[in-house]
């Protein structure tokens, strides 16, 4: 009953930067109240989660991505955002939004997920 509406993929130029948005809705379900993720998968790879943040505001990212990637919340708007800076062709993937999650050093995926967007990252 708890609806994801994800937004803010395309097509990016290498090392342009793209901001995902994941919007709760449908229902009283507070995306602070527990852990949310974004995960990405690229064709023909498993899907791999790029980066958290608990309910704790504790953040987690992937190796790769530190440094680039910022994942927030703004609670008024119950969204959770994605900001991707410093682009890389291998960040071609489809990201998807988690909500629900748990842990505070690890992130376990909830039951929630967006429908999924398209980011390409090409010249």
């Known amino acids: 009953q708890v609806q994801l509406v994800e937004s803010g993929g395309g097509l990016v130029r290498p090392g342009g930067s793209l901001r995902l948005s994941c919007a709760a809705s449908?229902?009283?379900?507070?995306?602070?109240?527990?852990?949310a993720g974004w995960y990405r998968q690229a064709p023909g790879k498993q899907r791999e989660l790029v980066a958290a943040i608990t309910k704790f505001g504790n953040t987690n990212y992937l190796d790769s991505v530190q440094g680039r990637f910022t994942i927030s919340r703004d609670n008024a708007k119950n969204t959770v955002h994605l900001l991707m800076n410093s682009l890389k062709p291998k960040g071609t993937a489809v990201y998807y939004c988690?909500?629900?999650?748990?842990?505070?050093?690890?992130?376990?995926?909830?039951?929630?997920w967006g429908q999924g967007t398209q980011v390409t990252v090409s010249s």
């Open positions: 449908g229902s009283t379900f507070s995306i602070n109240a527990a852990g």
């Open positions: 988690n909500a629900g999650g748990s842990g505070s050093y690890s992130y376990t995926a909830g039951d929630y």
